[in-house]
């Protein structure tokens, strides 16, 4: 009786976990929807090949077809116009990041009207995600960032800095050199400047700031772009050694830099993050209704001699 009691319980559980499979199935909505991926990014800018890597993986996983697109030369109104144009072919959702909050503030007020719903990444703040209408921010808050490298350094003594700006049109730059400026605690003043994106030119410059300034004790990167040209900067000029230096983000010249001693840490806002989460959180919503109710920090990490082995083989594809 007791072992016919168990078939017979075993019977009904096997058939209501069938019943709530098919219940399941029959409420997914179908797949395949389109959005569009919008970065401020150059073609020249190779940080985001992780985040284009982390899209295509997300458009593979969510069975979605996703455009990514950008100004090819990081010009911010040919992004506005982008948006205005993803936003007349009514996709399914956009994602992008806020490279200048006035010059998107239109172009995104044209798809709230028309009910595309977005999610802003990258650049830009959670308030301004927020002021645009934007379902949530997907980034790292530049300015705590940068202030957490300031407070490393002046651990180290540091009093004196070059930060090197090689996009200064994007506010969320200038965060993070003043971040660092107030973690050490001294005035930004003159200690930022615009290097631009050519790496002649940013060499140029950093070596020009450093004969005028030789005091300089230590130097802020703002990624790839601006640390490859002022490491041969500072190799040339023989203050490798004398100068303590941070930067934003990773890539193999980076990583390398960072295990020869040359770079003293990097930070890490795991873009892998921040092109994945996106695709994943508006596939969600536009099937089932779901979206995380707070924005979020995908960084920062601070990445130094210590830990780089654990994100080195993953460089420049996942970290």
């Known amino acids: 009786m007791k ?3 168990k078939k017979s319980t075993a019977i009904l559980v096997a058939g209501a976990a069938t019943l709530g499979v098919m219940s399941m199935s029959s409420t997914v909505h179908a797949e395949g929807e389109r959005y569009v991926f919008i970065s401020h990014a150059p073609d020249s800018d190779s940080w985001w090949n992780v ?3 982390a899209v295509k993986h997300a458009a593979s996983d969510m069975n979605v077809t996703v455009e990514y697109r950008n100004p090819p ?3 911010l109104a040919d992004m506005a116009r982008i948006v205005e ?5 009514n996709p399914d959702g956009i994602v992008l990041s806020i490279a200048d909050f006035d010059t998107l503030e239109g172009p995104l007020n044209k798809a709230s009207l028309k009910g595309i719903p977005f999610i802003t990444m990258n650049s830009g703040t959670q308030q301004q995600s927020k002021a645009l209408g934007a379902l949530l921010h997907v980034g790292q808050p530049e300015f705590a960032a940068g202030f957490g490298a300031g407070e490393r350094a002046k651990k180290q003594g540091v009093k ?5 700006n090689h996009y200064i049109t994007n506010p969320a730059s200038v965060e993070r050199c003043m971040g660092f400026a107030k973690g050490l605690g001294v005035e930004l003043g003159s200690q ?3 290097s631009g994106s050519d790496p002649t030119n940013v060499e140029t410059k950093v070596s020009a700031y450093l004969r005028k300034h030789p005091d300089t004790q230590a130097i802020l990167t703002l990624g790839p772009t601006s640390a490859h040209p002022t490491l041969r900067a500072l190799s040339k000029n023989r203050n490798l050694k004398d100068i303590y230096f941070g930067t934003f983000d990773l890539s193999g010249e980076i990583s390398a830099a960072i295990k020869d001693g040359k770079i003293d840490f990097a930070i890490d806002q795991q873009p892998y993050l921040q092109g994945y989460l996106p695709i994943s959180f508006l596939t969600l919503y536009s099937r089932y209704g779901l979206i995380p109710s707070n924005d979020v920090n995908s960084g920062p990490g ?4 210590d830990n780089i082995a654990l994100v080195e083989k993953y460089a420049g594809e996942f970290r």
């Open 3 to 5: 072992n016919l009691l």
């Open 51 to 53: 985040i284009k890597n």
């Open 73 to 75: 030369t990081g010009d």
């Open 85 to 89: 144009q993803a936003v007349a072919t």
């Open 160 to 164: 004196s800095f070059l930060c090197v």
């Open 192 to 194: 930022m400047i615009d």
């Open 302 to 305: 601070f990445i130094t001699k």
